[in-house]
């Protein structure tokens, strides 16, 4: 059964971000690099780059999220795109609109990129399968199923402070199971070339066939840890606690919350990751939060140079000079 | 109306029939297999060479979406594609809208396909008011309405208790009870098969164990009240396995399974590809090959098209939300005729799972062809390749993931009480 890899045209090129699954280690190496020359930027005095001006991007979001569409918009804005934001978690499609009602009405007002968060997984898809050609599509999360620009991010702070991916060890630790971001990391450390992938959480947590999506599960936090070079900590979402998936959340914090005393097992110079928000005192002690080894607040300004990348990327615009450095 | 079939391979499995030979129709019924005597006089021939001539197709599970969904299909077009699909008998289940679970409801259906006049269309009457689980439908109503059987759909009844009264009153009036197994909570709105493609794709999983902890407990009751049952559209090598037991300890318990059952499996989904979107999931390679087993060994005794007609929309969205379910009838045949090509499965066994099994299940004098029955044929072209496209297809409904495939066997005739109500005319 061959799976068709629509994220990618015919000259090998990125069209639409969709999922980490099924790309080649150099594009993804590309999308890091190209976000290595972005992030310079930040210290500039005109943070911007002319490569998206006159372009439209909207974002369209199906479910509530500021972190991400915040980091998307800045980045379009630094790309010089005309930004558009749609918040249709209580708009058309409850009217009785479908989605290509929305999807075809918004191409009308001659969209070039749409940036789409949904809790269905597949949505991204769908909506690059109906898209006209030349739109492209950013996944910003779909369901449970990819959320690959905070993957992304996360390899470019990775790589930021490791280095090289190959011979990292790699612990991911909390709600594999309803984790669009513990997917697509999985598949970015391995295709990036990770040493070994693990998943920590208890069995509630933890979907099955999970080994063959290439990550090891474990059970006991400490053994989880031990010799790992990142530890990346995961959200749990409160209403877990009330579906019989965990008994409370001070079990879970005993279990499997990240203290300094856990984060020993870990290589000395391990550094802590979280997608965030972060759940103070259930996920992670906030000692280690904000201890030396937290790199999250890093993770959360990379988020914008890896999504001017792949925004850039997928416009597919080589003729346009970058304007900054 | 007198019609002489000659010259077909008739396959009669009821009679363990296999042989080249003509059969003669008068007034609806079989008036003789065989030598043909020569005061029987034709009034149309038909030559069968090189055709295989059985008992018309019984489909023990067809949605035509009439009454309430008439937007997808109604009773007229499918009953109609189940005649240019072989089937001449099909049962509906009982979740329309309103749900079966009256003798109105039960003649409507039946009064609307005999107009129709294609196929014969058994409902099958709600055991419980409305699929709610809690009160038992009039069933003696209904049988008397022509419901042969009765079931709760996949609509779950919860309270074991209300599960064993129904059973012990089914038993009382002589009702099989179709049963769709399938726990509700394990299920959890579950879209896809718990598995490595579930986890690779984010979809909610469905795990087997909300298949094999509603047969044990079905199992149990069956046992407790002696009813008649029949799993329907069993997915899971471990739920073959229980009833295979049970059927060797003597409980009156059959089961069958959707042809497309046997031939997909959950990575068929690739990227979130809707038409693979069924209920129960597409299973694993390891299941479907145990399906395959038990529809060899008999212990899966039917094999039905699970036909559920949408209209394109109802596929357009993304996965979890969209509907579920294939448009199968004119795929049935086809799909065991490339089943038995892959497994070695005799055309007689084949014919056999499409016509005296089900038949036995639904306790009726079908699927057999013998003098004076009603002439309910089929004969079709075993070898006859052709490709499956919008076209084509007889029903409404053309979410179908064959669309384009090459399928293999083409029925010509269907005879429905010695009627002609299809006939390819061409290619």
Known sequence: MSRENIQIDDNGKLCHFLTIEGLQRELLTEILDTAESFSGLTGQPVKKVPLLRGKTIVNLFFEPSTRTRTTFELAEKRLSADVLNINLAASATTKGETLLDTLRNLEAMHTDMFVIRHADSGAAHFFARHAAPGVSIINAGDGRHAHPTQAMLDMFTIRRHKGEFTGLKVAIVGDILHSRVARSQIHALNILGAEEVRVVAPDTLLPSGITELGATPYHDLSEGLEDVDVVIMLRLQRERMQGAMLPSEDEYFECFGLTEKRLSAAKQDAIVMHPGPINRGVEIDSTVADGPRSVILQQVSHGIAVRMAVMSMAMQQPDLERGAE | ?427
């Open chain 2, 1 to 427: 109306m007198r019609i002489l079939i000659n010259n077909g391979r008739l396959i009669d499995p009821a009679n363990n029939i296999d042989e080249i030979t003509s059969i003669a129709i008068e007034a609806g019924r079989i008036a003789a297999v065989g030598e043909i005597t020569d005061n029987f006089v034709a009034e149309q021939t038909i030559d069968a060479a090189g055709q295989v001539v059985c008992p018309g197709l019984i489909d023990l599970g067809a949605r035509l979406r009439e009454p309430g969904d008439e937007q997808k299909a109604d009773i007229h077009s499918e009953s109609h594609a189940a005649a240019a699909a072989g089937i001449t008998t099909l049962c509906q289940p009982p979740d329309t809208d309103p749900v079966t679970d009256t003798a109105a409801v039960a003649e409507l259906v039946r009064k609307r396909a005999r107009n129709a006049g294609f196929a014969r269309v058994l409902p099958i009457g709600a055991l419980t008011q409305g699929l709610k689980g809690e009160q038992l439908s009039e069933l003696a109503d209904l049988k008397r309405s022509g419901c042969n059987a009765v079931s709760n759909a996949r609509q779950p009844i919860a309270n074991p208790l209300v599960l064993r009264r129904a059973f012990e009153y089914a038993a009382t009036h002589d009702l099989v009870v179709f049963l769709h197994p399938e726990d509700h909570w394990l299920a959890n709105n579950g879209c896809a098969h718990e598995g490595p493609t579930a986890t690779r794709l984010g979809l909610p999983g469905i795990p087997e164990a909300a298949e094999t902890t509603e047969v044990a407990r079905d199992l149990a009751l069956i046992q407790q009240t002696g009813v008649r049952a029949h799993f329907c559209r069993i997915s899971t090598a471990a739920a073959i396995e229980m009833i295979r037991r049970a059927q060797h300890d003597g409980l009156k318990v059959t089961a069958d399974v959707a042809a497309h059952q046997l031939m997909l499996i959950d990575e068929h989904i690739g990227e979130f590809n809707s038409l693979y979107h069924l209920l129960p999931p597409l299973r694993s390679s390891s299941d479907r090959e145990s399906l395959r087993k038990a529809v060899a060994d008999g212990t899966l005794s039917a094999v039905c098209s699970d036909h559920q007609p949408h209209e394109a929309d109802a596929k357009l969205a993304p996965f979890p939300a969209t509907e579920p379910g294939i448009s199968a009838l004119e795929t049935l045949l086809p799909l065991m005729l490339e089943l038995g090509s892959r497994t070695g499965m005799q055309l007689s066994q084949i014919v056999q799972r499409l016509t005296a099994g089900p038949a036995a299940t639904l306790g009726i004098e079908r699927g057999r062809l013998e003098v004076g029955m009603p002439a309910d044929i089929t004969i079709f072209n075993p070898e006859t390749r052709w490709q499956l496209t919008e076209e084509r297809l007889v029903s409404r409904g053309h979410n179908t993931p064959y669309l384009g495939r090459e399928m293999v066997g083409q029925i010509n005739y269907t005879l429905l009480e010695g009627r002609l109500v299809f006939e390819r005319h061409s290619g």
